[in-house]
């Protein structure tokens, strides 16, 4: 079993930053990459981006370039900073473990993400 909470979410203006943090515990050991989707309303999650357990990191289509992941793997958090945000970027954010040897993995409880004047 694996845990993930998140943190970091809010209220943010347009063109403002947000940094996300992740914390994993339980089997971290089992813990092959961890990542970030987001949820709009009444939307699909999609990917945002993935850091595999040697640093790799792959980004989803849509935010690539204003959105950046890392990985402390002493601390077992992951992070998400996010700049330049836009009123589209509203959405809950929910931090994903992939498992080794599954295709299922695990979910934070997400954090809401909301860019407003």
């Known amino acids: 079993q694996v845990q993930l909470v998140e943190s970091g979410g809010g209220l943010v203006h347009p063109g403002g930053s947000l940094r996300l943090s992740c914390a994993a515990s339980?089997?971290?050991?089992?813990?092959?990459?961890l990542g970030w989707y987001y949820q709009a309303p009444e939307k699909q999650r999609k990917l945002i981006a993935f850091v595999s357990n040697d640093g790799t990191t792959r980004y989803g289509d849509s935010m690539k370039e204003r959105f950046t992941i890392s990985r402390d793997n002493a601390q077992n958090t992951v992070y998400l900073q996010m700049d330049s945000l836009k009123p589209e970027d509203t959405a809950v954010y929910y931090c994903?473990?992939?498992?080794?040897?599954?295709?299922?993995?695990?979910w934070g409880q997400g954090t809401q993400v909301t860019v407003a004047s």
């Open positions: 339980g089997s971290i050991s089992s813990i092959r990459a």
């Open positions: 994903h473990a992939d498992i080794w040897g599954s295709t299922v993995g695990y």
